[in-house]
């Protein structure tokens, strides 16, 4: 039953001339008291990422109508399915119903919203149709050709012979974990954020040190202000890897940092850099056998970030990233760099790729982000990209990303239910 008093006194303690809980909703101009409000369109269907305009009509006791979209509360009961602005306009967020409501006084009025997946057109190696800024929306742009390892199916991939013992020395029992979602985690944003780019964005020195002669050399493209991974954008850092992934989307480059430091000067510093050609099976011309990147694991880092705009459309065109805690002394194409000592051969090569196995039933109850991360593990699969916590899974920081239901519904999904997909052209010392 819905209480009417706790309405009228949330609607008190808001600002009248904001949300028009005062006289300017609950009574025309002829003094009639409102009785009843009706929402426009009634139960109408979007897409993710698509808004729909409500507009809220007033019938007044003396039988007169009039538009008081502007004077009302709006509500959405499912904020995870779609928000509602002060002036009636829902967004689509992810897959599901919602309940819009607008209010003014006791009075109100509701309809039903309903938010579908929508379709969205993939292009492969092309990224020109991407928007622009941080953490900007690809619209459908997939980097490196659909021919790529990154946007290979590989649902029915032989498994490697060494699989149990591969997967066992990761953790049977050890979950999936999240390594990203919204707000802070220990005072800093959870996840390697990016920015995209025009070809006029200026071009900038770097200074590369730890791995200057496995880097690509400058200029990068590197706005002053390029969002850095563990620091808050009023500057302070809370240590980690300080990736920086930029992407030109008019010449098709990814261009990757790590360790980056911005100078007073606009120049940076960097531990190393790389540079990746987004519509080329050639993905990094300059690099040899056996070069790092921003990476551990030699591998570039944006194409395996899960990212809020992809899983919240129900659908990730890709394979992902993932850390483990002890690599091998190996790697396995498309990765070209190892970064251990240990050369026990049941422990992953860098460049590794598991897969959920198609035992795996995905929980129907189960948030539709994660339902696509985990379609996406079993059709692309995921690669060990570099030494860290096992079984974590790396992608964007999002305000829109829900921590509890990221942690808990990825954390029931144990090694257990993984495969090592056959490696083949496995280098070693």
């Known amino acids: ?207 590369f040190t730890l791995y200057a002669d496995e880097s690509d050399p400058g200029p990068y493209p590197v706005p002053p202000n390029a969002p850095i991974e563990g620091q808050l954008a009023n500057g302070q850092a809370f240590g980690g890897d300080r990736h920086v992934l930029v992407i030109d989307r008019d010449s098709n480059l990814l261009y990757e940092m790590a360790n980056a430091y911005p100078q007073s000067d606009g120049t940076w510093t960097a531990s190393c850099g790389a540079i990746f050609h987004l519509d080329s099976n050639n993905v990094r011309p300059t690099a040899q056998p056996g070069w790092t990147s921003s990476d551990a694991a030699g591998l570039p880092i944006f194409p395996g970030l899960v990212r809020y705009e992809e899983a919240s459309s129900g659908v990730i065109n890709h394979a992902l990233r993932f850390t ?32 959920l196995k198609s035992t795996y039933v995905i929980p129907s109850g189960f948030s539709t982000e994660v339902k696509a991360i985990l379609q996406a593990l079993k059709t692309y699969g995921m690669f060990v990209a570099d030494n860290g916590s096992d079984w974590f899974i790396t992608g964007t920081p999002d305000s829109r990303w829900n921590n509890d239901e990221l942690v808990s519904e990825l954390g029931s999904v144990t090694g257990s239910n993984f495969e090592v997909v056959q490696m083949d052209g496995l280098v070693t010392p």
């Not at 009075?107 to 919203?113: D, E, M, S, V």
């Not at 396995?332 to 251990?340: K, Q, R």
């Open 1 to 207: 039953m819905r209480n009417i008093i706790v309405r009228g006194v949330a609607c008190m303690m808001l600002a009248t001339a904001l949300f028009g809980c005062g006289d300017v909703a609950t009574m025309n101009s002829n003094g009639a008291a409102l009785t009843s409000i009706a929402i426009a369109p009634a139960n109408p269907s979007i897409t993710t990422g698509a808004s729909q305009q409500f507009t809220a009509t007033g019938t007044y006791s003396d039988s007169t109508t009039q538009n008081i979209t502007g004077s009302v509360l709006w509500s959405s009961s499912n904020a995870s399915s779609a928000t509602i602005s002060t002036a009636g306009l829902a967004s689509g967020v992810s897959a599901g119903t919602t309940t819009i409501e607008a209010m003014s006084g006791t009075i109100y009025g509701t309809t039903t919203l309903t938010v579908t997946v929508g379709t969205t057109t993939l292009t492969y190696g092309n990224m020109s149709g991407a928007d622009l800024g941080a953490g900007a929306n690809l619209n459908g742009a997939i980097p490196f050709p659909a021919s790529n390892a990154w946007n290979t199916d590989i649902s029915s991939a032989p498994v490697d012979t060494n699989s149990n013992a591969l997967i066992s020395s990761i953790g049977l029992g050890t979950g999936l974990h999240p390594d990203f979602g919204s707000g802070l985690w220990s005072g800093a944003p959870i996840g390697i954020p990016y920015v995209i780019v025009s070809n006029s964005q200026p071009m900038v020195s770097v200074l």
């Open 324 to 355: 483990v805690n002890t690599t091998r002394e190996a790697y396995v194409p498309p990765a070209t760099h190892w970064a251990s000592s240990n050369t026990n051969a049941d422990l992953p090569p860098m460049g590794m790729r598991v897969r």
